[in-house]
């Protein structure tokens, strides 16, 4: 059974940092894409980094050089470094896996919520200006 469990959010000031963890178990595929996302009341779920088993990394825009997704070796724990933070990052954030089950599946470079099957509960972010 897969499971992913986030740990590390919290309240911080504007310009402060934070690091997300994601511990993933019975995640056992070898082809894989993992995302962070994260939803703010009253907006839609945003894809905001991606990971794949080859440790390409892919960023949104709007997270694009103040956070960095990266994953453990040895075993699958996804991270998330937030620098400069801002007001506007205040969301819940969630971790999500999707396995690759052929040779023709690849990570959407769009990173969309709809193609992953496996989600964690979410660690809320707060921001305060």
């Known amino acids: 059974q897969v499971s992913l469990a986030e740990s590390g959010g919290g309240s911080v000031q504007s310009g402060g940092s934070l690091r997300l963890s994601c511990a993933v178990s019975g995640f056992i595929y070898a082809r894989y894409c993992m995302a962070w996302f994260r939803q703010a009341p009253g907006k839609e779920r945003e894809g905001i980094a991606q990971?794949?088993?080859?440790?390409?990394?892919i960023h949104a825009d709007s997270v694009k050089g103040r956070f960095t997704i990266s994953q453990a070796t040895s075993e699958r724990t996804l991270y998330l470094v937030m620098n400069s933070l801002k007001a506007e990052d205040t969301a819940m954030y969630y971790c999500a896996a999707r396995p690759l089950l052929s040779t023709t599946e690849y990570c959407s470079a769009s990173i969309d919520s709809r193609l992953f099957p496996y989600w964690g509960q979410g660690t809320q972010v707060t921001v305060s200006s």
């Open positions: 990971i794949d088993s080859t440790r390409s990394t």
